[in-house]
């Protein structure tokens, strides 16, 4: 009976490189409009908080915030265990850093203010509807999104403020860059439902086959 143990570990062993053996990756291209190319540019910073907060756009133009949108696997099986530790999406300049954020279903996104101004952060989004009320710079406040989908965040103080947060049923998402190009890794070979979304089109679907080992390629898609 010794050997019952290092039997087991070999036969989980086993199993788990025949698991992984059977995830592929989806690849794809979508048209990057140049509306989507432009959402950084939308809003108008007050000139007191560009004045005050100088420390605060150094911080921003650091900040590495290069998606324009979002892909993801709609179909998953759900996962166990606990969600990925709490997001952060912060308020630079009188705007959201980063612009577009995605996270998982179930994750918490702490919304820090480092403006010297008041902010009021709030969504009537279907998956998600909050409203975080007044608070200064130095603070945050955190919502938790437990239904899959997208998500428009604003602020009522201020307007012209706007960001995306999308989320995805599990960590099977990948975000577009510039170029239109995304590559979602580890997905299980099958049949699967792929979503992408641009803030000029919003939310598109196809379906694709993921091989047992390598990559699937979307078509191009356009607007």
């Not at 025949?18 to 291209?29: N, P, Q, R």
Request: glycine share 8%.
């Amino acid at each position: 009976m010794r050997g019952a143990p290092a039997i087991a570990s070999v036969f989980l062993l086993a199993l788990l490189r025949a698991a992984g053996a059977s995830a592929g990756a989806i690849t794809g291209e979508v048209v990057v409009a140049p509306a989507d190319l432009a959402i950084r540019d939308m809003s108008k910073p007050n000139p007191y908080v560009g004045q005050l907060s100088a420390s605060a756009r150094s911080v921003a133009a650091a900040t590495v915030d290069t998606a324009y949108g979002a892909a993801w696997v709609a179909d998953p099986e759900p996962e166990t265990g606990p969600p990925p530790p709490p997001a952060r999406m912060d308020q630079l300049g009188q705007r959201f850093v980063p612009r577009i954020l995605v996270v998982q279903a179930g994750q918490t996104v702490e919304f820090h203010n480092s403006d010297n101004v008041f902010h009021n952060i709030f969504s009537y989004s279907p998956p998600k509807r909050f409203d975080l009320g007044r608070y200064p710079k130095g603070k945050s406040r955190s919502v938790t999104f437990a239904k899959p989908g997208a998500v428009q965040v604003y602020c009522d103080i201020h307007s012209d403020m706007r960001a995306d947060i999308i989320v995805a049923p599990t960590r099977r998402f990948a975000l577009i860059g510039r170029s239109g190009r995304f590559r979602i890794e580890n997905v299980p070979a099958g049949s699967h439902t792929v979503k992408v979304w641009l803030p000029s089109s919003g939310e598109r679907m196809v379906t694709v086959d993921v091989p047992a080992k390598g990559a699937a390629s979307l078509p191009p898609l356009e607007p």
